[in-house]
């Protein structure tokens, strides 16, 4: 392979990963949002 094959796909990869942890972490910030429950439904 050529280096610029080579830089392209470490470019590649290092972008898609840092894409997958941004979203990762945004999905888990909206998962440990819990609101409070009311006493209506509470047991």
Do not use: D, W
Request: net charge positive; glycine share 2%.
């Amino acid at each position: 392979m050529s280096k610029i094959a080579v830089r392209l796909i470490v470019f590649a990869t290092t972008t898609l990963l840092f894409l997958a942890n941004v979203f990762a972490a945004s999905a888990c910030g909206s998962y440990h949002y819990q609101p409070e429950v009311p006493e209506s439904l509470r047991r």
